[in-house]
């Protein structure tokens, strides 16, 4: 049973960081793309990164390059969110998600099985 489990969130001040986890049971990693999104109050969910199964290839909106790292380690079957010089609009529920194939992260409907999410709430 695939199943995905977001944690590491919480309260952080703008300018620090959080790292967030992705837990995988039921599938290997190498199999499948994992990307990150998040949903702010009111807003569409949007993709904030992606890395794929094969060759570990990773993308990242606009709005987070240079601050935030994807990674994985396919021998514990998570993948990692390292988020720094965190900002108030960085507020959001954080989710992960499987698809087969590519990274597609302005698609989060093309994503097959997602996680709870986690809250990451950035404030002074």
């Known amino acids: 049973q695939v199943q995905l489990a977001e944690s590491g969130g919480g309260l952080v001040q703008p300018g620090g960081s959080l790292r967030l986890s992705c837990a995988a049971f039921?599938?290997?990693?190498?199999?499948?793309?994992i990307g990150w999104f998040r949903q702010a109050p009111g807003k569409e969910r949007e993709g904030v990164s992606c890395v794929t199964g094969s060759f570990g290839v990773t993308y990242y909106a606009d709005s987070v390059k240079g601050r935030f790292t994807i990674s994985k380690d396919n021998a514990r079957s998570t993948v990692y969110l390292q988020m720094n010089r965190l900002k108030l609009e960085d507020t959001a529920v954080y989710y992960c998600?499987?698809?087969?194939?590519?990274?597609?992260?302005?698609?989060?409907?093309?994503?097959?099985?997602w996680g709870q999410g986690t809250q990451v709430t950035v404030s002074s």
């Open positions: 039921g599938f290997t990693l190498e199999g499948y793309a």
């Open positions: 998600a499987q698809r087969r194939g590519g990274c597609m992260i302005s698609a989060p409907e093309l994503y097959d099985y």
